[in-house]
């Protein structure tokens, strides 16, 4: 059997689990496993993070400068756009097949231990991300690495991931999502998400609202671990448009860094380099000595974050974006005010009913010209209907597909009538994902 076959393998296995959306707060579980294999995850640094968007991309840049000093890194995130072995990273690639599958090897026996004390106490199988996250700390210490680059599933403090203890704990921007699971204000969901805060360790956050900066504050001094926030100890002090992206300026939270290129396109993202310069900082040196202005120029210099406002075709221009809720709406709608000289955007749509579809439409609409609604392959998929209902109720024309090549084709076919048209196909990580895998295959110019 190929290594490509054993690591298809390993992921038929755990389709067979419990979906990722199947969560309890049962952490121990993880740690059960872990301790059987004798805590791999205790080989090696860890900077973990959470929020509610911009995981991803901060995961990313954090993961480059670490590299740019020379370190071995893994990063483990979620979900994935096309491949699973996209979401275990190894010195900035996805993760061997031969890796993958060996690491598969070492850590099923223990599995069956596990689940049958978890059937004996009247209690479900071990699932689907708990078992990815095992996984990824096995292929991580088999590496072996310096540094792990840990994104959160969902929430924190009862996350699969928190059996690691961050020598750094990082915070996006927290907002209303998986309502749910973590709680229907914000400073509900801070609570939960500031459990990854370890004692002694550092913690940076980007700017929050005031409801969830002070849960952030109180648990970070509950554990004594210093922490600082954007806007504060460091931020953004300023951008401009480059080909391919932006340059930033940032002042850190002990050095200053000027003019520095990044290759990703949006005001979000330049705010997402600065936490993660600053949480680079807190690793190295602790907050006290500045990284070297090469290293910085390098680590941002060769970041890349696949679905986040990514340029997948240029006749027409065509972007693919992440955003699946309201906060991240907002922040691809300012994006592509502000970097795009563009009259009419066409908006391919696609999105999970469990998802606040209404919010992000509310967000899109002012930027947007021309909506094409796709279905999602997914039982949590949202009715094209009544995605179609949301769009004409805000104003927006709008068009309904059988599948995203039609929607894309038809987006594609209607912004191609004018060079003061685009394309974004957003809504999902799903649908990003896929729309990444069309546009390759069909080999857009």
């Known amino acids: 059997m190929s290594d490509r076959s054993r690591a298809d393998a390993v992921y038929e296995r755990l389709l067979t689990r419990q979906g990722e959306r199947w969560v309890q707060p049962r952490v121990e579980r993880t740690r059960r496993v872990l301790e059987l294999l004798d805590d791999p995850q205790r080989t090696y640094r860890v900077v973990h993070i959470t929020g ?30 096309e491949r699973f072995t996209e979401r275990i990273l190894v010195d900035g690639e996805p993760v061997a097949d031969a890796a993958v599958a060996d690491a598969w090897d070492e850590i099923e026996p223990f599995l069956g231990i596990v689940d049958a004390e978890l059937g004996a106490a009247g209690d479900a199988p071990l699932t689907f991300f708990e078992i990815l996250t095992v996984l990824a700390f096995v292929v991580a210490a088999d590496a072996p690495v310096d540094v792990l680059v840990l994104e959160v599933g969902m929430g924190g403090s009862w996350d699969s991931t928190n059996t690691a203890d961050g020598d750094v704990a990082v915070f996006t921007p927290i907002d209303i999502d ?44 509950a554990c004594a671990a210093p922490i600082t926030f954007a806007g504060e100890e460091f931020a953004v002090e300023g951008d401009r448009l480059a080909v391919g992206g932006q340059v930033v300026s940032v002042r850190g939270l002990a050095g200053t860094y000027d003019d520095v290129y990044l290759p990703l396109y949006g005001a979000h993202q330049g705010a997402n380099a600065a936490l993660a310069i600053a949480a680079v900082e807190a690793l190295i040196g602790g907050g006290a000595r500045p990284i070297d202005g090469d290293i910085v120029a390098e680590g941002l210099g ?31 709608a300012a994006a592509l005010r502000d970097t795009f000289d563009f009259d009419e955007w066409a908006l391919v749509l696609g999105a999970f009913g469990d998802k606040d579809v209404a919010g992000v439409v509310d967000e899109l609409a002012p930027v947007v010209a021309r909506v094409f609604v796709t279905p999602l392959h997914s039982e949590r ?21 059988d599948d995203l090549f039609d929607a894309v084709s038809a987006a594609r076919e209607w912004a191609g009538e004018s060079e003061r048209r685009a394309v974004v196909i957003a809504g999902s990580v799903v649908l990003a994902g896929e729309a990444i895998t069309l546009a390759r295959e069909e080999g857009y110019k």
Do not use: C, W, Y
């Not at 480059?64 to 890194?73: E, Q, Y």
């Open 52 to 81: 509610t968007n911009g995981k991803t991309s901060t995961a990313r840049i954090i993961e480059s400068l670490v590299r740019a000093h020379g370190l071995r890194t893994a990063m483990f995130t979620s979900p994935h756009l």
């Open 178 to 221: 998986h309502a749910d699971r973590l709680g229907e204000t914000v400073a509900e969901i801070a609570e939960v998400k500031a459990g990854i805060i370890k004692n002694g360790a550092l913690a940076v956050s980007a700017q929050q609202r005031p409801a969830a900066e002070q849960v952030l504050r109180d648990a970070a001094a």
């Open 302 to 332: 060769q970041v890349v974050s696949p679905g986040r406002m990514e340029l997948v075709g240029r006749e027409p221009t065509t972007i693919v974006d992440a955003a699946h809720n309201p906060h991240g709406a907002h922040a691809l």
């Open 381 to 401: 998929a949202a009715r094209v209907d009544e995605i179609v209902a949301l769009t004409r109720a805000a104003g927006l024309a709008t068009s309904a597909h």
